[in-house]
């Protein structure tokens, strides 16, 4: 599975972006994907995750409320839309997959990842 990230961009404060992954292969949707994000001198944090069916999704307790988890399975991609997006939110964010694992599982269980897309929100 090849993953690709896009939609990262420079956004004010209570802004908002939509993520995208789009990702190869024909088993798409045995896949968990989940997103992740490193901000400079951090260590990578969990983000969101939706399992492959689509029905149960996990979300960091940061993003609750702000953050919505989306997948079609019929285009081999997952979204994320980030509404009320703050400073803190400013990371390059990940996109991975990881055959049939809970939407709970640590990013170890992830077997493949993406490139990363920008996110940058400024005051």
């Known amino acids: 599975v090849q993953l690709q990230a896009s939609g990262g961009g420079l956004v004010q404060a209570g802004g908002s972006l939509r993520l995208s992954c789009a990702a190869s292969?024909?088993?798409?949707?045995?896949?968990?994907l989940g997103w992740f994000r490193q901000a400079p001198g951090k260590e990578r944090e969990f983000v969101a995750a939706?399992?492959?069916?689509?029905?149960?999704?996990a979300y960091a307790d940061s993003v609750k409320g702000r953050f919505t988890m989306s997948r079609d399975n019929a285009k081999n991609t997952v979204y994320l839309q980030m509404n009320s997006l703050k400073l803190e939110d400013t990371a390059v964010y990940y996109c991975?997959?990881?055959?049939?694992?809970?939407?709970?599982?640590?990013?170890?269980?992830?077997?493949?990842w993406g490139q990363g897309t920008q996110v940058t929100v400024s005051s």
């Open positions: 991975a997959a990881g055959r049939y694992i809970a939407s709970s599982a640590p990013a170890s269980s992830y077997t493949y």
């Open positions: 292969g024909r088993t798409f949707s045995s896949y968990t």
């Open positions: 939706i399992i492959w069916s689509g029905s149960s999704t």
